[in-house]
């Protein structure tokens, strides 16, 4: 399984995030910042980028990578810095 980390810009007016955070929240995905998360899965990056697809305005920006192990954080939501030291140490 691979860590994740999904980053996402809504930048339609008045866009509605909830169905988006919802998707996020089905696969436990870990929110550290207001539009970035985390996620472990056996999922690649384009089959996530395909499925968030549908909860996006055209002109949205959308963000996957994985993780390498290679981290360093500084004032994440508590939840998210414990996810990062659970699995990277730091």
Do not use: K
């Amino acid at each position: 399984m691979a860590i994740y980390v999904i980053s996402c810009e809504f930048r339609e007016p008045g866009h509605n995030s909830e169905s988006f955070q919802q998707r996020l929240a089905a696969w436990s995905a870990v929110q550290a910042l207001e539009t970035l998360w985390f996620i472990d899965t056996p999922s690649s990056a384009g089959h996530i980028r395909d499925d968030l697809r549908q909860f996006l305005s055209p002109g949205d920006g959308l963000f996957i990578g994985a993780l390498s192990g290679v981290t360093a954080w500084l004032e994440l939501r508590e939840q998210s810095d414990r996810y990062l030291q659970l699995r990277f140490g730091g």
